[in-house]
């Protein structure tokens, strides 16, 4: 069964600070997504990584997929009120698997 | 335009009733799932079904039955609502049943009485 493991669950910071969350798994995947959900709304496609040690930048968001495929980071960079979110990773083939998200909140 | 609209958006109702949530998509995608997201916000999926077939029935009591009239409709009929059912119930979509990226819809919060 593939998982992916999400850290940390929960996060709070000051705005302007930097931050990095994760997704790892124990199996390879072909692609993995990143997604955004706010409150009240279904989850949004940020990104999606494909090949191994790749890395992908949206303004202040930088994705990175692991060299093995099996694990990926997203790094804000001045982290704004409005990246509050629940970040998700997603993977998998056939089925998409979701990870259990990343609270985070940015604190004006 | 939404590009996957599901309705209602909030649902209350007794315990014992039988409610109907509707999706539809207008993507052209071949794909559509539905998702429980839980009070702690792990989204599961439930089911998937790709060109009106069933490709994936997770271990969801048989009190859930999925119908997808056309490629564009993916509706869910829930029988004997139970407490345990209140959660919100994503609709997506995606191109192909190999393809991870998926759009979502609004969601519909159920909430059990």
């Known amino acids: 069964t593939q998982l992916l493991e999400q850290s940390p669950q929960f996060l709070s910071i000051q705005e302007g600070e930097n931050l990095t969350v994760y997704c790892n798994s124990s199996?390879?995947?072909?692609?993995l997504q990143w997604y955004r959900q706010e409150p009240g709304e279904g989850p949004v496609l940020l990104v999606t990584?494909?090949?191994?040690?790749e890395v992908k930048k949206l303004k202040r968001l930088t994705f990175q997929f692991g060299d093995a495929r099996k694990d990926s980071s997203l790094h804000i960079t001045a982290a704004q009120p409005g990246d509050t979110g629940l970040y998700l990773c997603a993977g998998g083939q056939g089925k998409i698997i979701f990870g259990k998200g990343t609270r985070l909140h940015i604190l004006p | 335009d939404t590009a996957v609209s599901q309705t209602p958006k909030y649902l209350v109702t007794q315990m014992g009733n039988d409610k109907s949530i509707k999706c539809e998509q207008n993507l052209g995608h071949d794909t559509m799932y539905w998702y429980k997201q839980d009070s702690k916000k792990f989204l599961k999926i439930m089911f998937s079904y790709n060109n009106k077939e069933l490709i994936i029935n997770e271990t969801v009591p048989n009190r859930f039955s999925p119908k997808s009239p056309d490629k564009a409709h993916l509706n869910l009929h829930i029988n004997s609502l139970e407490l345990g059912d209140s959660a919100v119930y994503f609709c997506a979509s995606s191109q192909g049943s190999q393809d991870t990226e998926a759009f979502f819809g609004q969601g519909t919060r159920l909430t059990v009485v």
């Open positions: 990584v494909v090949t191994g040690g």
């Open positions: 199996s390879v995947f072909s692609s």
